[in-house]
């Protein structure tokens, strides 16, 4: 039975976990502070529901109540106008609903790479807790080096620094692009003449037919196991939620220093959508379980297995080891182009940061440089990458063609 809480001071101390959503480097503080995550949305409160996570609360107008009695469960639901709802979290909130989730425990990098899910409350007795996400610093994002003149792109093309939220506002996720990574730990970051100028805006459109079953959701009330939502993300069916693929992966992307919240959350939705089987992040790769991630990912991070690396300098060595041929995409037209790569029985896909790309050291430590092939005219009128996003449709595409 659902616990209503009327509330109607924004001050009102039960509701510390909403505060100010749109200020980053509160919401990464207070986040990693007590082990939380935000979903919004009734779609997204579905999927991370069904997928394992426990509910700590709910913050949402009357309306929503009844649309979300069956996933509120113990949880305390507090109930306040929209007026209250923007005053405590610093925008409207159209969605009508927010959940403050606990996090659960990341597995490593290797058990992701031998088939292991992330543990939920389904499968997991050693309780709650969310030691090993990472609460990476994104104040920074360039790599020193890389090989990407003359306005390349970062990993496969990407350009998109600071997303709005919400219809405007624009919540800036990244904090710029200086102080990346380079060979041997963290050099100054590197700027790039020409190309797209930064501040290109990606938005994510919705979920497609009003009819679109959830994650743990709903087709005429009921779930449908492992299979696809309209917008391509999978549902509900393997173990604690997650698409039921099986087995280890053969095809994984790897992001280094993705930075941009909103850009993380994309790619788990392309990867999600187009069957790739995990997702590797470097040490400093934006956390996709932050409120934009997720709502940008309509709960794509809660359908794909994913591990945050505790190395960068030696990271790709215990890839290689597990048996990967590493491809690095980059914005250079004399790469091998991606559909020719060879690929072996696994691939992983390295995708760099935002503004400059893959670290030289990455490039070098890839076994194969490979690119998306660009117009010839296009070049010609120097448009000679795609955004990140763009990019890793296209070449998640590619990847999985030959599987």
Same mark, same amino acid.
């Given at each position: 039975?659902?616990? /209503?809480?009327?509330?109607?001071?924004?001050?009102?101390?039960?509701?510390?976990?909403?505060?100010?959503?749109?200020?980053?480097?509160? *919401?990464?503080?207070?986040?990693?502070?007590?082990?939380?995550?935000?979903?919004?949305?009734?779609?997204?409160?579905?999927?991370?529901?069904?997928?394992?996570?426990? &509910?700590?609360?709910?913050?949402?107008? =009357?309306?929503?109540?009844?649309?979300?009695?069956?996933?509120?469960?113990?949880?305390?639901?507090? &109930?306040?106008?929209?007026? &209250?709802?923007?005053?405590?979290?610093? !925008?409207?909130?159209? =969605?009508?609903?927010?959940?403050?989730?606990? =996090?659960?425990?990341?597995?490593?990098?290797?058990?992701?790479? %031998?088939?292991?899910?992330?543990?939920?409350?389904?499968?997991?007795?050693?309780?709650?807790?969310?030691?090993?996400?990472?609460?990476?610093?994104?104040?920074?994002?360039?790599?020193?080096?890389?090989?990407?003149?003359?306005?390349?792109?970062?990993?496969?093309?990407?350009?998109?620094?600071?997303?709005?939220?919400?219809?405007?506002?624009?919540?800036?996720?990244?904090?710029?692009?200086?102080?990346?990574?380079?060979?041997?730990?963290?050099?100054?970051?590197?700027?790039?003449?020409?190309?797209?100028?930064?501040?290109?805006?990606?938005?994510?459109?919705?979920?497609?037919?009003?009819?679109?079953?959830?994650?743990?959701? *709903?087709?005429?009330?009921?779930?449908?196991?492992?299979?696809?939502?309209?917008?391509?993300?999978?549902?509900?069916?393997?173990?604690?939620?997650?698409?039921?693929?099986?087995?280890?992966?053969?095809?994984?992307?790897?992001?280094?220093?993705?930075?941009?919240?909103?850009?993380?959350?994309?790619?788990?939705?392309?990867?999600?959508?187009?069957?790739?089987?995990?997702?590797?992040?470097?040490? *400093?790769?934006?956390?996709?379980?932050?409120?934009?991630?997720?709502?940008?990912?309509?709960?794509?991070?809660?359908?794909?297995?994913?591990?945050?690396?505790?190395?960068?300098?030696?990271?790709?060595?215990?890839? *290689?080891?597990?048996? !990967?041929? /590493?491809?690095? /995409?980059?914005?250079?037209?004399?790469?091998?182009?991606?559909?020719?790569?060879?690929?072996?029985?696994?691939?992983?896909?390295?995708?760099?940061?935002?503004?400059?790309?893959?670290?030289?050291?990455?490039?070098?430590?890839?076994?194969?440089?490979?690119?998306?092939?660009?117009?010839?005219?296009?070049?010609?009128?120097?448009?000679?990458?795609?955004?990140? &996003?763009?990019?890793? %449709?296209?070449?998640?595409?590619?990847?999985?063609?030959?599987?």
């Amino acid at each position: 039975m659902a616990r /209503l809480i009327p509330v109607t001071d924004p001050a009102d101390l039960r509701l510390a976990d909403y505060t100010r959503l749109r200020d980053v480097n509160l *919401r990464k503080s207070l986040e990693a502070e007590h082990g939380l995550f935000m979903a919004e949305g009734e779609k997204v409160i579905r999927r991370a529901v069904a997928t394992g996570y426990p &509910v700590r609360s709910l913050l949402m107008a =009357r309306r929503w109540v009844e649309p979300l009695s069956d996933v509120v469960g113990d949880a305390p639901v507090y &109930v306040a106008d929209d007026e &209250v709802i923007e005053a405590v979290t610093g !925008f409207a909130v159209h =969605r009508g609903a927010l959940a403050s989730m606990e =996090r659960l425990p990341l597995p490593s990098v290797a058990a992701v790479l %031998a088939g292991a899910r992330p543990a939920s409350r389904h499968n997991d007795d050693a309780g709650h807790g969310y030691a090993g996400h990472g609460y990476a610093d994104q104040g920074g994002g360039g790599q020193d080096g890389g090989g990407q003149d003359g306005g390349g792109q970062d990993g496969g093309g990407q350009r998109d620094d600071g997303q709005g939220d919400d219809g405007g506002g624009g919540e800036q996720d990244s904090g710029g692009q200086g102080g990346g990574q380079g060979d041997g730990g963290q050099g100054g970051g590197r700027s790039r003449p020409g190309g797209v100028a930064r501040g290109e805006v990606l938005e994510v459109g919705g979920l497609g037919s009003a009819g679109l079953a959830d994650g743990g959701g *709903r087709e005429g009330g009921r779930v449908r196991p492992g299979g696809r939502t309209s917008d391509g993300v999978p549902e509900g069916g393997g173990e604690g939620g997650r698409p039921g693929r099986g087995g280890r992966p053969q095809r994984i992307l790897v992001l280094e220093d993705l930075v941009d919240h909103g850009n993380v959350g994309a790619i788990f939705r392309c990867a999600a959508a187009l069957g790739v089987d995990a997702i590797i992040l470097s040490p *400093r790769c934006a956390d996709p379980l932050y409120r934009r991630s997720v709502k940008v990912s309509m709960g794509a991070v809660f359908a794909i297995p994913y591990a945050r690396m505790t190395d960068w300098h030696d990271g790709l060595a215990e890839l *290689r080891d597990a048996g !990967f041929t /590493l491809l690095a /995409l980059t914005p250079d037209q004399s790469a091998v182009p991606l559909q020719k790569a060879p690929m072996g029985e696994r691939a992983a896909l390295l995708l760099g940061t935002e503004g400059d790309g893959l670290s030289s050291r990455w490039l070098r430590e890839a076994d194969h440089p490979v690119c998306i092939p660009m117009s010839a005219g296009a070049m010609d009128l120097g448009v000679d990458s795609l955004n990140v &996003v763009a990019a890793t %449709a296209i070449a998640c595409h590619e990847l999985m063609r030959g599987r």
